[in-house]
C-alpha cells in the first residue's frame, strides 16, 4: 500500500489558483453558455417576453418545431475508430463558393426591432465566420448600409414573391441588392397561407404594433433593451414592396396564394443569378422549383410556418434522390446543435439553415451572441465529425446515422 503524504503548497496551488475574474457581463454570461439551448435561456431573461415569443415562437400549437427537435435529439451516430481525423475540414462549398461551415445565416424579418441594429450584427459575425448571411426583405437596415459597416460579409437577399402590380418595385429593389454585393437570392415560398402565431397574437406583437397590457408591464423588467430600441429611430423596412400609393400592409403577412410556377420562373429570370427556392416540404415540390429554374433548393419546417407539417430531416433523403444530382439541397428548421448539422449532410444536404439558433446568440449578447452561436455549433460540428472518424464533409454517409421509426419521432 503506498504511503499517504500531504501535498506541498507548491503543488496545491495549480489547483486552488482562481481563475481571473470576467469584468465585462456580457462576455462572462456568454463564455456559460456551452449550447445554443443555453443562449435561448439567456435571451429570455434579457428581451421582451413579445420579442423573445416572435424569435422562439412558431404556429398553432407548436408541435412541428418541437418535433423538429425531439427528432434531432434521438439521431444516433454511428462512430468509425482508429481513424486518423488530424486536421478536420469542416467547410463546404454553396454555388461554386467556399463557406469555412457548412450554414448559412437565414433570411430573418425584423432583425433590427430584435436588436437594434441586429443585421449588422450578424452580417459581421457571418464574415468572421465565413458563411454567407441571407439579409432578409423585411430587414430595418437597407441592404447597402449592411454591406459597408460589414465589409467581407458574403450576402445573399432573401425575398418573398412580388405579387404583379409589384413587378417593377421588385425589380428595383433586386438591382439594389445585386448593386450591394449580394449574388444569390433566396425565395420563401410557403408563406401563401400565413401560420396563426398564438403568441405574438396574445402579445399584440403585429404590424403597426399594439403591445397587450401584459407586453407592456413585462417592458419595465427591461429597461435597458428598451432604452436601446427607443435611442435606435424609428422601424423602417427599406425593401418592401407595396403598391403605390396603397395602404400599408402587415409585411408579416403577404398574401400571394394566387401565384403559380410561372411567376416563380419570371423571378428566376429577372434576378439573373442564383435563385434558391426555400418553404419546400416534399421532394415533389423540389421538382417542381428546380424544372422552373431554382439553382438549389431548401427542404424545410420553415420554423412550424404551419403547425403539423412534415419534418424537414424526414424529407430530405427523398429531395435529395429527386434533385440533388442537380442542385444543393438544404435543410432548414430546428437546427440547434452541431450534431443536427451532421445528421442533415449525412442524409445528403449540402448545407444547412440556421435563423433561430443565431438569433437567440443576438438577443443574449448582441454581435459577440452571435459569434456565441457560431462558434458553439463549430466546436459541436467538428467534434461530431472526430467522432464518427472523417475529416472532410463530404465523407457523411446515411450510414453514419440511425433514425428513430417515424412513429416515435
Not at 496545491?12 to 481571473?20: D, Y
Not at 418541437?66 to 439521431?75: M, N, P, T, Y
Not at 439553415?353 to 443565431?358: D, G, H, K, Q, V
Amino acid at each position: 500500500m503506498a504511503a499517504r503524504q500531504l501535498p506541498k503548497p507548491k503543488e496545491l496551488a495549480a489547483w486552488l489558483t482562481p481563475r481571473r475574474p470576467q469584468l465585462d457581463p456580457t462576455a462572462r454570461r456568454l463564455a456559460q453558455a456551452y449550447t445554443v439551448h443555453d443562449l435561448r435561456r439567456l435571451a429570455a431573461r434579457r428581451t421582451p417576453k413579445a420579442i423573445f415569443d416572435y424569435v422562439d415562437g412558431s404556429a398553432e400549437y407548436e408541435l412541428t418545431l418541437r418535433r423538429a427537435w425531439r427528432l434531432f435529439r434521438r439521431v444516433e451516430l454511428v462512430p468509425q475508430i482508429l481513424q486518423d481525423v488530424r486536421g478536420i475540414d469542416p467547410s463546404a462549398n454553396f454555388l461554386g463558393q467556399t463557406a469555412n461551415l457548412p450554414w448559412v445565416l437565414s433570411p430573418a424579418g425584423l432583425t433590427g426591432a430584435i436588436r437594434p441594429g441586429g443585421e449588422v450584427a450578424v452580417a459581421r459575425s457571418a464574415a468572421r465566420f465565413g458563411v454567407p448571411y441571407g439579409l432578409s426583405q423585411y430587414t430595418n437596415t437597407a441592404v447597402e448600409t449592411v454591406a459597408a459597416q460589414a465589409p467581407g460579409a458574403h450576402l445573399w437577399m432573401g425575398a418573398v414573391m412580388p405579387r404583379p402590380d409589384q413587378r417593377d418595385q421588385a425589380k428595383r429593389f433586386f438591382d439594389r441588392a445585386r448593386q450591394a454585393g449580394c449574388d444569390a437570392l433566396v425565395v420563401t415560398l410557403d408563406i401563401d397561407t400565413p401560420g396563426s402565431r398564438f403568441r405574438d397574437r396574445r402579445n399584440g406583437l403585429s404590424f403597426p404594433p399594439r403591445l397587450s397590457p401584459a407586453a407592456i408591464a413585462d417592458a419595465a423588467l427591461h429597461p435597458a433593451w428598451w432604452l436601446d430600441f427607443l435611442s435606435s429611430g424609428p422601424i423602417d423596412l427599406p425593401h418592401t414592396f407595396l403598391p403605390d400609393a396603397a395602404p400599408p400592409a402587415d409585411p408579416l403577412e403577404p398574401s400571394n396564394a394566387f401565384q403559380t410556377v410561372d411567376d416563380f420562373a419570371w423571378l428566376v429570370q429577372v434576378w439573373g443569378g442564383p435563385v434558391i427556392a426555400k418553404g419546400l416540404n416534399t421532394a415533389q415540390d423540389a421538382r417542381l422549383v428546380v424544372d422552373a429554374g431554382a439553382a438549389a433548393v431548401v427542404i424545410c419546417t420553415n420554423t412550424g410556418r404551419q403547425d403539423q407539417g412534415p419534418l424537414a430531416l424526414r424529407e430530405l433523403p427523398a429531395a435529395v434522390a429527386e434533385v440533388g444530382q442537380q442542385v444543393p439541397v438544404f435543410l432548414d428548421g430546428g437546427v440547434m446543435h452541431g450534431i443536427d448539422i451532421v445528421a442533415a449532410l449525412a442524409l445528403g444536404a449540402k448545407g444547412v439553415f440556421l435563423s433561430r439558433a443565431y438569433l437567440y446568440g443576438l438577443m443574449a449578447g448582441g454581435e459577440r451572441g452571435v459569434d456565441r452561436a457560431n462558434e458553439l455549433l463549430r466546436e459541436q460540428l467538428v467534434r461530431a465529425m472526430a467522432y464518427l472518424g472523417v475529416t472532410r464533409l463530404d465523407q457523411l454517409k446515411p450510414s453514419h446515422i440511425r433514425l428513430p421509426r417515424p412513429a416515435h419521432a
